[in-house]
């Protein structure tokens, strides 16, 4: 299997862990420790926040699966000589 086949499958698999967790806490905070005590606008802006999170480490996760492969691959050409 290719190095960036492996990564697409890494790449989605921990996306969808990392987003699942960022909602999972999201509605944790807001509809459980802060219930009743948020103004909609409030609730919007946490929740902007926590999109924010989920998009940045979407990027963070993809960045990572498909740096680490290819860098792997330089560096095994490197010491092979």
């Not at 698999?13 to 999972?24: C, D, E, Q, R, T």
């Not at 944790?28 to 999170?53: C, M, R, W």
Request: charge should be positive; proline fraction near 2%.
């Amino acid at each position: 299997m290719r190095w960036w086949i492996k990564a697409l499958i890494y790449s989605v698999i921990f996306s969808v862990i990392w987003v699942g967790l960022v909602a999972a806490v999201g509605y944790f905070h807001t509809d459980v420790l802060l219930a009743g005590q948020l103004t909609p606008a409030q609730d919007q802006a946490i929740s902007e926040k926590y999109g924010n999170i989920a998009g940045f480490g979407m990027v963070m996760v993809w960045v990572i699966c498909f740096l680490t492969p290819a860098i792997r691959m330089m560096l095994r050409k490197e010491l092979k000589g």
